[in-house]
Nanobody
Framework: QVQLVESGGGLVQAGGSLRLSCAAS????????MGWFRQYPGKIREFVAA????????YYTNSVKGRFTISRDSAKNTVFLQMNSLKPEDTATYYC?????????????????WGQGTQVTVSS
């Protein structure tokens, strides 16, 4: 079993930054790929970024490339999402997830465990 707890969300002005954290516990965190997704009200959860088990490969959805950075600290069982140059359209609930494989995936079905989500609101 894996437990994931996100933190770091909040209210920020457009152009600002936030750093989301996701603390994992329960299994050998360093063996798994991790991802961040976001969900707008009434919409399906969508892929944002992923990092492989070793941290040397990442992938981003086009709308956040150059603005967001995913990273991991396996010693602390934590994955991060640094979000810079935030836009109002980044406003959503952000979720981290664990993929019990080692490769990068962008689909919801590839992920096995999810956190409870953290709200990010970007004001214009």
């Amino acid at each position: 079993q894996v437990q994931l707890v996100e933190s770091g969300g909040g209210l920020v002005q457009a152009g600002g930054s936030l750093r989301l954290s996701c603390a994992a516990s329960g299994r050998i965190f360093s063996s798994y790929a991790m991802g961040w997704f976001r969900q707008y009200p009434g919409k399906i959860r969508e892929f944002v970024a992923a990092i492989n088990w070793s941290g040397d490969s990442t992938y981003y959805t086009n709308s956040v490339k150059g603005r967001f950075t995913i990273s991991r600290d396996s010693a602390k069982n934590t994955v991060f999402l640094q979000m810079n140059s935030l836009k109002p359209e980044d406003t959503a609930t952000y979720y981290c997830a664990v993929d019990l494989g080692r490769s990068l995936h962008t689909t919801l079905a590839s992920y096995d465990y999810w956190g409870q989500g953290t709200q990010v609101t970007v004001s214009s």
